[in-house]
Nanobody, 120 residues
């Protein structure tokens, strides 16, 4: 399965962005999709996950500000980010697989991410 993240950009603190993850096949056939982010020099970290059954998980730092959702008809998973903070600045990636892999970032490869910069 191929995934492509898009929608990043420059936003002021307190602003919002919506990232998109286009999936090359029906998301009904995928166990789970996750959003991740990485700051240069730091490890890639989990942001949010959604399973095929609709179960959702957020890391504490984004809970209440970020929302993961999916559009089954468009084979797309979204990450809506509100009240953005400078510490949210990172390259954001999406990836898919079994829930265990999505939660532990255990993937053979990563696609190109999309850069989110939160700055005034």
């Amino acid at each position: 399965v191929q995934l492509q993240a898009s929608g990043g950009g420059l936003v002021q603190p307190g602003g919002s962005l919506r990232l998109s993850c286009a999936v090359s096949e029906s998301i009904f056939s995928i166990s789970a999709v996750g959003w991740y982010r990485q700051v240069p020099g730091k490890q890639r970290e989990l942001v949010a996950t959604i399973t095929g059954a609709g179960s959702i998980h957020y890391v504490d730092s984004v809970t209440g500000r970020f929302t993961i959702s999916r559009d089954n008809a468009k084979n797309t998973v979204y990450l809506t980010m509100n009240n953005l903070k400078p510490e949210d600045t990172a390259v954001y990636y999406c990836n898919a697989g079994p829930p265990s892999a999505v939660l532990t970032l255990t993937f053979d490869s990563w696609g190109q991410g999309t850069l989110v910069t939160v700055s005034s």
